[in-house]
């Protein structure tokens, strides 16, 4: 009755199990949890009947063919969104799985993925797809002489509606004319030819270019219907004309066709420049406008007067290093009280009082960039507080302010809102007064990179020169310390200066002098004394043929050992014998000064010397050693 009652893991409720779930990836749960029980493979169909991501596992490649077949198995008939970004263990036969097996599927993201020759026709087979993304992929060209309209039906182009191609290079060869549904659209490098079958979609409204740098602005103007124009990374052809044309002009003739863009994003454009022309001739081109970023932008307090003229602006992001005023942030937000996002960084001269009009203003802030208003105080925060619909607020190099607002930092992230800042790295900020020479110049760019401080400007140097005592070469005196390591004719002292030695001489000088510096001593462990290194080999040496040792004695070989002489002993006194009975021994003949191995000297006196008539006695004969003298056995 007992083991009846027991509660079983199959029992648990179904929100308790989707709660634990969610900590688990969705590989294990296919291959390792939904084999357990049939209650945890119903928990698991029912969590994610509709979407699978495989691209939150640590290592996506893991992902194999037969995963696919599972999950097809599990959920084939339900599933509407997948994610395989970095699954590049995938092959054709997957894809051919989405293809055959997955009818309500309508989101597909494959980012970052290698598409082999028939992953891609599989790939563009696709029926159904409504949003499809690949970015960041490699080795993937759809179309081409690979896959040719002529002969393969593009499927996925009859329902493709968002279609996500950022930094995926492709030859794009496909009939755009087939996208009729396609409503949003990210590509790079898009060529001109490929813009003007863009211009005849019905529905595209949403177009965001990246990595464009020569785009024709008579062919860009030809998109009248959209709503959404984000261009990063690019620039416009300057038309050869008779007379100069303005860089704004350039944008002014895009714009004044597009009558119902709500939307315009310029990030890192090379031409035209983003300055106080441009926002006046995006005012009075596009006066719907309802988001504008310009990034980076050198628009000045000028601008905020001319977007007035905006009514409907609700998204502001000028990114300038200069920043605003006071003034012209209250101009701006006094004008538009539903303005819901405000990114104007580095208004280093914007006090409390500006920030608390701010505010007033604008109710309906939703985020908020403060990232280097240096003038605000620690207590700055609190004037955010009044903000009920604000989740984002950027806070980059206001560490005084973070440092004194833990406990309003709290109350917004408890609503939700996200701080966003660097850590602190030291407690104290060093001050970075203006550098006046090159060293004060990069030491301040170092501190600076290191403590998120303000970058200082750079200063032309007013630092006097002066001859260099060694090279004679003109030197700043911020720069003697570093030349002074690099010059090679400047006397320097002795490494050893500091135990007495007072010698001094260039870089060359002092390479010959080290080795035999009286100061480079190397202490002596058998006799404890102290002696010169290039004396040490003699003087270990001379220990063990005399016998003073106070370890053991190493075997010592004879100093005819180069000769080829293969005599070696660890008595001393056996080696001093060996070397005055050595038959390698060469020997200086007293007559014809002819040097002779021993071993060969009787037959060379009584038969090969020139001086055969004289006699030659054995006991005047100098023996003559040519690397070491008779004393210097070698250590082995």
Not at 32 to 58: G, Q
Not at 135 to 154: C, H, K, M, P, Q
Not at 174 to 194: G, K
Not at 564 to 586: E, N, P, R, Y
Request: aromatic share 6%; net charge negative; with cysteine.
């Amino acid at each position: 009755m007992a083991e009846a009652l027991q509660p079983s893991w199959a029992d648990l409720p179904l929100e308790v199990l989707q709660n634990v779930f969610k900590h688990v990836d969705d590989l294990q749960l296919l291959t390792t949890v939904a084999a357990t029980c049939k209650p945890w493979r119903d928990a698991i169909h029912v969590s994610h009947r509709n979407s699978i991501d495989f691209s939150t596992l640590i290592d996506p490649y893991c992902v194999e063919d037969q995963d696919m077949h599972l999950v097809a198995s599990l959920f084939g008939q339900t599933l509407q969104s997948i994610n395989l970004s970095g699954c590049g263990g995938l092959t054709s036969a997957s894809f051919e799985c989405l293809q055959q097996r997955f009818p309500a599927l309508k989101r597909v993201v494959l980012n970052g993925l290698s598409a082999s020759h028939y992953a891609k026709q599989a790939i563009i087979q696709l029926a159904g797809v409504e949003h499809f993304e690949m970015r960041d992929a490699a080795n993937l060209y759809l179309g081409g002489r690979f896959v040719s309209n002529d002969r393969i039906e593009t499927k996925i182009a009859a329902s493709i509606k968002t279609l996500d191609l950022t930094n995926t290079y492709c030859i794009f060869s496909w009939r755009w004319r087939d996208f009729h549904m396609l409503h949003e659209l990210h590509v790079s490098h898009l060529s001109e030819a490929c813009m003007e079958q863009l211009a005849a979609l019905p529905s595209l409204r949403c177009l965001t270019a990246t990595k464009c740098p020569y785009i024709n602005p008579r062919v860009l103007g030809k998109l009248t219907r959209l709503t959404t124009l984000r261009l990063k990374r690019c620039g416009f052809l300057r038309p050869i004309s008779t007379h100069q044309t303005e860089e704004w002009a350039l944008l002014r003739d895009v714009l004044e066709s597009m009558t119902e863009l709500e939307e315009l994003t310029l990030e890192r454009i090379s031409l035209p420049s983003l300055t106080d022309n441009l926002v006046l001739a995006v005012v009075h081109t596009v006066p719907q406008l309802q988001r504008l970023t310009l990034n980076p932008c050198q628009c000045t307090n000028q601008s905020a007067t001319w977007l007035e003229q905006l009514p409907d602006l609700t998204h502001l992001c000028l990114i300038s290093p200069h920043g605003m005023s006071a003034a012209a942030l209250a101009t701006i937000t006094t004008s538009h009280p539903n303005l819901q996002q405000l990114k104007i960084p580095n208004c280093r001269h914007v006090h409390d009082d500006g920030l608390e009009v701010l505010v007033a203003s604008a109710p309906k802030l939703e985020e908020i960039s403060l990232s280097r208003w240096q003038s605000l105080s620690g207590n700055s925060l609190d004037l955010l507080l009044p903000l009920t619909h604000l989740t984002r607020v950027e806070a980059y190099g206001l560490h005084h302010v973070i440092r004194n607002s833990a406990s309003v930092i709290k109350k917004l992230a408890h609503r939700g809102v996200r701080i966003e800042h660097r850590p602190i790295l030291q407690e104290d900020l060093p001050s970075l007064p203006l550098p006046v020479c090159d060293l004060e110049s990069r030491q301040a760019l170092e501190v600076a990179l290191a403590t998120d401080a303000d970058i200082p400007e750079y200063v032309a140097c007013r630092c006097v020169t002066v001859p260099c005592d060694g090279c004679h070469q003109q030197v700043k005196t911020c720069c003697q310390a570093d030349h002074a390591t690099a010059c090679l004719e400047l006397p320097i002292p002795c490494v050893f200066a500091s135990q007495g030695c007072d010698y001094q001489g260039n870089l060359q000088a002092q390479r010959s002098h080290r080795p035999h510096c009286r100061y480079n001593q190397v202490h002596c462990h058998q006799c404890d004394t102290s002696i010169n290194r290039t004396q040490y080999e003699a003087h270990f040496v001379d220990h063990n043929l005399r016998g003073i040792s106070r370890g053991p004695v190493l075997p010592l070989a004879c100093p005819m050992r180069q000769g080829g002489c293969l005599f070696k002993s660890s008595d001393a006194a056996a080696v001093h014998q060996h070397i005055t009975m050595c038959s390698f021994w060469i020997i200086n003949c007293p007559c014809c000064h002819q040097e002779v191995p021993k071993s060969n000297w009787q037959l060379h006196a009584s038969t090969e010397c020139e001086q055969q008539g004289k006699t030659i006695p054995l006991n005047s004969m100098v023996l003559v050693v040519n690397a070491v003298s008779a004393s210097e056995a070698v250590e082995v």
